[in-house]
T-cell receptor, first 113, second 113 residues
Framework: DAKTTQPPSMDCAEGRAANLPCNHS???????VYWYRQIHSQGPQYIIH???NNETNEMASLIITEDRKSSTLILPHATLRDTAVYYC??????????????FGQGTTLQVKP | DGGITQSPKYLFRKEGQNVTLSCEQN?????MYWYRQDPGQGLRLIYY???????QKGDIAEGYSVSREKKESFPLTVTSAQKNPTAFYLC????????????FGDGTRLSIL
């Protein structure tokens, strides 16, 4: 399984961009990078995923380095409601085709007024 | 609105009792999953199903059972054989395929009386 490394916590000012880094140096060529977030006592919320090209949707942008060993999730204009634990996940492409997600410790993002 | 509904939100179990957690989705997804989350930890896969009338054990299936009689429903039973059932239980669903994002319900918190 490819492992991910994220900083345990980050702060961001409301209205500013939040840039959350993730290292996944052992990622395989066919493994996607996923980002989820979890607000306390709720289920994880899917944000975005990508393979090697940068991706953007209504929630965020995902920037993946050319060597695919790291990525950055960008929330362009953080609000107080973006305060959550953010998980960077490399999807297990195992032979059983489980598709299971392996969540690490994540980054706790605190958006401050 | 399409989504995943888990019920109840809170559940209490007495010693020696089996309890069943409900998971219903109206997203027309073929694949469904059950995860367990312990405080401060990531998710661990209990069971998953990629099609009606078929399901597979995940990493921590002992003490749990599931059924998949309908596409929309994937109930999880926590049996008395599960000696440490106190946890936050999360149900997810996705379009079949390793690289399809999973979408989660809001979870059921199970505690022992």
């Amino acid at each position: 399984d490819a492992k991910t490394t994220q900083p345990p916590s980050m702060d961001c000012a409301e209205g500013r961009a939040a840039n959350l880094p993730c290292n996944h140096s052992t990622i395989s060529g066919n493994e996607y990078v996923y980002w989820y977030r979890q607000i306390h006592s709720q289920g994880p919320q899917y944000i975005i995923h990508g393979l090697k090209n940068n991706e953007t949707n209504e929630m965020a942008s995902l920037i993946i380095t050319e060597d695919r060993k790291s990525s950055t999730l960008i929330l362009p204009h953080a609000t107080l409601r973006d305060t959550a634990v953010y998980y960077c996940i490399v999807r297990v492409a195992d032979s059983s085709n489980t598709g299971k997600l392996i969540f690490g410790q994540g980054t706790t993002l605190q958006v401050k007024p | 609105d399409g989504g995943i509904t888990q019920s109840p939100k809170y559940l209490f179990r007495k010693e020696g009792q089996n309890v069943t957690l409900s998971c219903e989705q109206n997203l027309n997804h073929d694949a469904m999953y059950w995860y367990r989350q312990d405080p401060g930890q990531g998710l661990r896969l209990i069971y998953y199903s990629q099609i009606v009338n078929d399901f597979q054990k995940g990493d921590i299936a002992e003490g749990y059972s599931v059924s998949r009689e309908k596409k929309e429903s994937f109930p999880l039973t926590v049996t008395s054989a599960q000696k440490n059932p106190t946890a936050f239980y999360l149900c997810a669903s996705s379009i079949t395929g390793v690289n399809q994002p999973q979408h989660f319900g809001d979870g059921t918190r199970l505690s022992i009386l």
